[in-house]
C-alpha cells in the first residue's frame, strides 16, 4: 500500500459516480482506474439488457428479466436504477454495502438520471461527466464497436446530445480525447478526493 494510506483506514470512502454520453470510453476509463488505483472497485449493475457478446454475468453486469429486476426495485433493494435506451439498469444496495464494508471506494457507471437521483441519497459522492472532443468522433467510436444496430446507435446519439446538457451538475469535466491524458485526469481526482480533510481520519495520531 502507498504511503499515507494508513490515516484512511477509518476515513469516509468515496462513492464516484461517472456519466458519459454512450461511446465516450465511460466503461475504459473506470476499468482501467479499477486495475490502477489502490481500494477501488467497479460495481456490478443490474441489467433487463441482453448480454453482448463476450460479456460475463456477474462480471460486466448481473443480467435479469424485467419481472425480477421490477420486483427488486419494489422491495427497495436498488440504490438507483432508470431506464435507459429501453432497458432497465440498477445500482443494488447489496454491491454498495459489500465494497464499502470491503474498506474499498467504489466507481459507478451510470447514466444521468440515476447519478442525479445518487446525488440526491449520497451528497458526498464525487461526480465526475466524461465528453467526446467531437460529436463525430463518438458516431465513429460507436460504428467501431459494431455490438449495436443502426436504430440502437442513432438512439445513444440523440440521447448523448441531451445527457450533455447536464454536465454542469457535475462536479468534474473530462474530455477523453487522449485516453492516456484522460485516465490520468480520472485518476488525479480520485486522488485529490481522498484527501479531502472531511474523509480523513488522523486518529493515526492519536497516541502523540
Ligand atoms: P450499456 O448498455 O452501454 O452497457 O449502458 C447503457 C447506459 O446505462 C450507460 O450510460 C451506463 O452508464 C448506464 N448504466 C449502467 N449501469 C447503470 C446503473 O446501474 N444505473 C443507471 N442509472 N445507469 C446505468
Not at 68 to 73: C, K, L, P, S, V
Not at 102 to 129: C, E, M, Y
Not at 178 to 199: K, N, T, Y
Request: one cysteine or more; proline letters at 3%.
Amino acid at each position: 500500500m502507498a504511503g499515507g494510506e494508513a490515516e484512511r483506514v477509518d476515513g469516509q470512502r468515496l462513492l464516484i459516480v461517472v456519466s458519459a454520453p454512450s461511446g465516450a470510453g465511460k466503461t475504459s476509463l473506470c476499468e482501467w482506474v479499477v486495475r490502477t488505483v489502490p481500494n477501488v472497485v467497479h460495481s456490478v449493475s443490474h441489467t433487463t439488457r441482453p448480454p453482448r457478446r463476450h460479456e460475463v454475468e456477474g462480471r460486466d453486469y448481473f443480467f435479469v428479466d424485467e419481472a425480477r429486476f421490477r420486483a427488486m426495485a419494489e422491495s427497495g433493494e436498488f440504490a438507483e436504477w432508470a431506464e435507459v435506451h429501453g432497458h432497465l439498469y440498477g445500482t443494488s444496495r447489496a454491491q454498495l454495502a459489500e465494497h464499502f464494508g470491503a474498506g474499498n471506494d467504489i466507481i459507478l457507471d451510470i447514466d444521468t438520471q440515476g447519478a442525479a437521483l445518487l446525488r440526491k441519497s449520497f451528497p458526498d459522492a464525487v461526480s465526475v461527466f466524461i465528453v467526446p472532443p467531437s460529436w463525430a468522433l463518438l458516431e465513429a467510436r460507436l460504428r467501431r464497436r459494431h455490438t449495436d444496430a443502426e436504430a440502437d446507435i442513432r438512439r445513444r446519439l440523440a440521447r448523448g446530445r441531451e445527457e450533455v446538457k447536464q454536465y454542469n451538475q457535475y462536479q468534474y469535466v473530462i474530455v477523453n480525447e487522449d485516453f492516456a491524458r484522460a485516465a490520468g485526469e480520472l485518476q488525479a481526482v480520485i486522488l485529490a478526493e481522498r484527501r479531502r480533510s472531511f474523509r480523513v481520519s488522523l486518529e493515526f495520531l492519536s497516541g502523540c
